[in-house]
């Protein structure tokens, strides 16, 4: 089992920045990929955005020129740099992960999502 971890989320006021993290921990190959979701209050889950383990990134046109998404191989971990903060980034951000885990006698895939972390932005 690959287990993901966020953090960093909070209550921050409209136009501060958060620095979102998921860590990734586990019996891991490779990460291939590793997106940041978002669910709004009473909307359905929302891509935020992407990155490839070769570091190309996509974003949601809701959040392009604000946020970066970033990966460090090293440490298994992404960040998610938000700036420019609007209420209606209010939401739990959630990270996924899909990638290559080492098995008992081989290696197979996985496709993780971690717990949630709150971001709340006020007006």
């Known amino acids: 089992q690959v287990h993901l971890v966020e953090s960093g989320g909070g209550?921050?006021?409209?136009?501060?920045?958060?620095r979102l993290s998921c860590a990734a921990s586990?019996?891991?190959?490779?990460?291939?990929?590793?997106?940041w979701y978002r669910h709004l209050p009473g909307k359905q889950r929302e891509a935020v955005a992407?990155?490839?383990?070769g570091?190309?990134?996509?974003y949601a046109y809701s959040v392009m020129d604000?946020?970066?998404?970033?990966?460090?191989n090293a440490e298994n971990t992404v960040y998610l740099q938000m700036s420019d903060?609007?209420?209606?980034?209010t939401a739990v951000y959630y990270?996924?992960?899909q990638g290559?885990?080492?098995?008992?006698?081989?290696?197979?895939?996985?496709?993780?999502w971690g717990q949630g972390t709150q971001v709340t932005v006020s007006s």
Not at 85 to 89: F, G, H, N
Not at 100 to 112: A, K, N, V
């Open 11 to 18: 209550l921050v006021q409209a136009g501060g920045s958060l």
């Open 26 to 35: 586990g019996k891991i190959v490779r990460i291939d990929s590793t997106d």
């Open 50 to 53: 992407a990155i490839s383990e």
């Open 55 to 58: 570091c190309a990134r996509t």
């Open 66 to 72: 604000r946020f970066i998404i970033s990966r460090d």
């Open 85 to 89: 903060l609007k209420p209606e980034d």
């Open 95 to 97: 990270c996924h992960a």
């Open 100 to 112: 290559i885990q080492y098995l008992t006698r081989s290696r197979g895939p996985f496709d993780s």
